[in-house]
């Protein structure tokens, strides 16, 4: 795509446009990231058979788009920026000043598992609260604060002491691990990148990927069950090569020796994540429920919590194997539907595993709704034996 230039009479400048950019502006105007984001991209390609225009006509653009979506406070908070518009800066409880951001602190609601709208409203009301006052700088306590008196009068005193628990941990400086678990086809990948950028963290790791490693070193004629899919993997057992069909004993059977092939890297990386106090998101079918049990974590201080994913329609999980074809070609539809069977017994057995051992099950119909799901489990988890107040966080 060709860049387009967006010129600017008044001040001699002509510079590309940047869809960031203009995330930014729509996003300080009002709107969450996602929607500030969608309607951007909209500009983009609405522009995209252009050379360049000025910034005016590009205003003008942007104006009529949020016209049409009835954002009457959002279009006037876009079109008199110039002159309504401040800049809060806010202090950190280390001394350090960076400027408000709607991204950032919707961002950090989504983290206690309040879905996109919610969120938004809580943001709005607090940005709208910064820019009717003119509050040019605020200490983070005192945001924070806010927020939380905002979360309680909108949603209850539940909502925000879950505020709570959350900054009280982003405090503490301790680890969290997530282990995600669940069978071919769920979800798992898109669902741990999903929360990693509402949690923040930067380190996540496939047990696919360790399998691929392990393979590299371990050649096939040694330990044959790792060269396969996990439910295929009873194939690969002495004297079941020549079966066409399986019970699910036996494909379970399989799986498990390939589990515990993986247990030793799965807690490798783990112990390793724990050993530089940094948060990690482990996810993959080898995620076994009792994985966390194996995890020593005397004195790490670490949050770990354990979520099994799964799709509970199988017509829906034949959906999600389909898109596989689709969004990742070299891995193929195929061979998935037609040992869906497998696939489908093998994830009955984890939810059993999962029910028994106490791990909680998300189902993953809906994308959005799964990660606010995994957003409520995490905070519920680090607030066992969490004794925090407004005054205990804030001061």
Sequence with gaps: MARVAVVDAAEGTRVPFLRGILTRSLSDAGLSFEQAYELASKVRDDIAGETELSTG?????????????????????????????????????????????????????QSIGLSLDKSATIT????????????????????????????????????????????????????????????????????????AHRLGIIRTQSTDMLREVMRMMTPKRLLPSLHTSSFNAWRLLPGQSDKESVDEKLMIAGYTSQVELLSLPCEAVVQRALRERVSLILEGVHVHPSLAGKIDNDGGGAAIVSVMLAVVKQERLKRHLSG???????????KYLSDFDSIWALQSALLYEADVLGVPIVNNDNKDEATDQIMRIVIAALAEDCDVSAKSVFG
């Excluded at 009835?70 to 518009?85: A, F, I, P």
């Excluded at 200490?139 to 900054?167: C, Q």
């Excluded at 074809?325 to 539809?333: I, K, N």
């Design 124 to 195: 709005r009301a607090i940005w709208n609260h910064l820019l009717e006052k003119g509050i040019k700088e605020i200490h983070s306590n005192e945001l924070g604060k806010m927020t939380y008196a905002e979360l309680k009068k909108t949603f209850g005193a539940k909502t925000a002491r879950n505020y709570l628990v959350w900054i009280s941990y982003t405090r503490s400086g301790r680890p969290l691990i997530l282990l995600l678990g669940g069978t071919t086809g769920c979800g798992k990948s898109t669902i741990a990148t999903e929360v």
């Design 324 to 334: 596989r074809g689709e969004s990742a070609p070299g891995r193929g539809s195929q």
């Design 57 to 109: 006509a590009l205003k003008k653009r942007v104006a009529k788009m949020l016209r049409e979506m009835k954002l009457s406070e959002v279009l006037d908070n876009y079109e008199n920026g110039s002159h309504r518009r401040i800049t809060t800066l806010v202090i950190d409880t280390n001394g350090q000043v960076n400027p408000f951001s709607t991204s950032d602190h919707q961002r950090c609601l």
